[in-house]
């Protein structure tokens, strides 16, 4: 069985970031979702151990037999984790053609600095215009994110965006 990482902020997870999981579980059996501090996304509306609950409520589901989904928080670079978890493969969602030049050239970066290859899945159609940032700037005008977002995840950024 081959077991893959796929890093993010996840501030929230959504449902694009689970159509990415199912599907690499679908190609490799093992999914290692790890929530990264990304030092370009200061702040956000979750804190880690909020981020890290709600993806492992939102990815339970996906769990059976020969599919294997665990949750981990890392700091640092995204190879570091995939050396210390001993992942073959780090998987990247696409939505766009800008999502694509971004991710290649991170993914040649990982590449020439620790050997670490990167997986393209490319989102759902009906999913592409789903992001993490608007689905945040949506919350925290009150507005309505329940096609967005899990289940379980919908009680938490109405919390968060009625907090000051």
Do not use: W
């Amino acid at each position: 069985m081959t077991t893959v990482l796929y890093p993010g902020s996840f501030d929230p997870i959504h449902l694009g970031h689970l159509d990415v999981v199912e599907q690499a579980l679908e190609l490799f059996g093992t999914v290692i979702v790890a929530a990264m501090h990304n030092p370009s996304k200061p702040g956000g509306m979750l804190d880690l151990d909020r981020r890290l609950e709600l993806i492992e409520a939102s990815v339970a589901p996906l769990r059976g037999p020969g599919r294997v989904v665990s949750v981990e928080a890392f700091p640092g670079l995204v190879v570091d984790a995939a050396h210390r978890l001993a992942a073959d493969f780090i998987v990247k969602g696409l939505r766009t053609g800008g999502d694509f030049e971004v991710e290649q050239q991170m993914a040649h970066t990982n590449y020439a600095a620790a050997g670490v290859r990167t997986v393209y899945l490319p989102c759902k159609p009906a999913l592409v215009f789903i992001s993490s940032r608007f689905i945040r700037e949506i919350a925290n005008y009150g507005g309505d994110v329940s096609t967005m977002v899990p289940p379980a995840v919908l009680p938490h950024l109405q919390r968060a965006s009625r907090e000051p």
